[in-house]
């Protein structure tokens, strides 16, 4: 399999070979079994010395100590010792180094041709002008110090503990608590707070929720009145704000909670599903639990995805700034002017200031799951996991929970972590996730649905209850990414008109709301 590191566009190769083969270039191949000393890869014309594990590496040619390694045409990091060709290379002899990016800002950026007839889903009109994929109350917080109050209050309306309580509401997907550890003991001021009520400024006004609360607990730092004001929202029927202190204790404020909700509940309900344009779909790409395939199945399918995504007049939001670390260069160079791509820089030099700060490495990535799955450095993981972007131009770029008001491909700068990562992303607008992974990573990101995409036939196999597509099928050549591709586009919109998730079946989404924690906690 042949792959243009810049459009995702792979040559199929035939399943009779060991290995696959991602850029003519690349001084590796990635093994697609387990792979014994002396088994002949005879495309490469070399033989395995030692044994290798499915999804990663093999050295096609003998490489010095000191020298570079490439896999997508790519620098992936540089030989630590000297490497035999048929050697398994991995991080007992790869390491990371510093080399020069050729940023070309805009080099590359080309007309997208939209569409003939673009699609739809059925979604649902909002008041404001706000289409949602889902139909949700939520329950927010101002402080940790409310959040038990609030698990109770959307305690009382689950179905699997309470069958009757939504029993005459359902077109209501639920009501549900979204609780984090943070409000107080923080600068008023500082970068800490507003990142954080911009996050909740993004939950409260998110589509997906008919209704919200908003409670806190009365004395911290993010009050709800300065929350509200920094975030141009007012009381509504919509939006309801008290605090534990006001309303006389915790007894009170759970049932003052609960009367609210069932206030809400008959105008929540009073909503139909109907053809909307596909330029409302705001998807927020993730990968998590990845491994050595995920550069070569489910991202690249992915990334097919969001091209008719984006020649539909959607929106897709790729983030994880520390998981294309290395491989920006490819993203600046799609930029839709130079002063975009120079943003994406600034973010990228942001974080590198960011870790030396606080003693850290950028190269802390991959985790210790990526690396038993063949990933080496973050250089090789941001190769990868940039091709969940498809190959259109690069329309923004946002901070951390800003709200996405641009269409096509944007980036938000984001943590790699990934329920922090699509935390703020569905702050800013996304109403659907989809999340790739090839370990078998489990989540959900209420209220937005979140599909997940296994990158190999054996993570299916294994954990097909987690899973919503099966991208294995590109790397037996069962299926091109192309065709996998248009598959997802069709599962996306399927997804945005109701049908629900592994995930949300589940009943993941609310312990995943994680804020980014930025300042010091006094």
Known sequence: MTTDPLAANPVQAPRTSHTIRLHPDDDVVIARDQMVAGTPIADEGVTVIGLVPPGHKIATRAIANGEAVRRYGQIIGFASQDIRAGQHVHTHNLAMGDFTRDYAFSAEARVVRPAAQPATFDGIKRADGGVATRNYIGILTSVNCSATVARAIADHFRRDIHPQALAAYPNVDG?????????????????????????????????????VLVIGLGCETNQISALLATQGLAHSDRLQTFTIQDTGGTTKTIAHGIELIKAMLPKANAV???????????????????????????????GAAVDLLVRNGGTAILSETPEIYGAEHLL??????????????????????????????????????????????????????????????????????????????VFMDTPGYDPISATGQVAGGA???????????????????????????????????????????VLDGSATIAELGAALFELMLDTASGKRSRSELHGYGQNEFVPWQLGAIT
């Open 332 to 409: 600046t160079r799609r930029a839709q002017t130079p002063e975009i791509g120079r943003k994406l820089v600034a973010r990228i030099r942001w974080w590198e200031a960011y870790c030396e700060r606080h003693g850290a490495s950028m190269d802390n990535n991959p985790s210790a799951g990526n690396k038993a799955g063949g990933l080496t450095t973050v250089l090789e993981k941001s190769l990868g996991g940039i091709a969940k972007g498809g190959s259109t131009n690069l329309a923004e770029v946002y901070e951390y929970a800003q709200p996405v008001r641009v269409r096509g491909l």
């Open 431 to 473: 109403n659907l996730i989809c999340f790739t992974t090839g370990r078998g990573s489990a989540y959900g990101c209420a209220p937005s649905p979140s599909v997940k995409l296994a990158t190999n036939t054996a993570l299916w196999q294994r954990q097909s209850d987690d899973m919503d597509l099966n991208c294995g099928t």
């Open 272 to 302: 139909e599903r109907q053809p909307v344009p596909a330029h409302h779909l705001v998807v927020g790409l993730q990968c998590g639990g990845s491994d050595g395939y995920s550069g070569i199945s489910a991202n690249p399918v992915l």
């Open 175 to 211: 009501v549900v608590a979204l609780t984090h550890g943070v409000g107080c003991a923080v600068d008023p001021q500082g970068e800490g707070l507003a990142v954080l009520q911009r996050t909740l400024g993004g939950y409260a006004c998110h589509p997906n929720f008919a209704s």
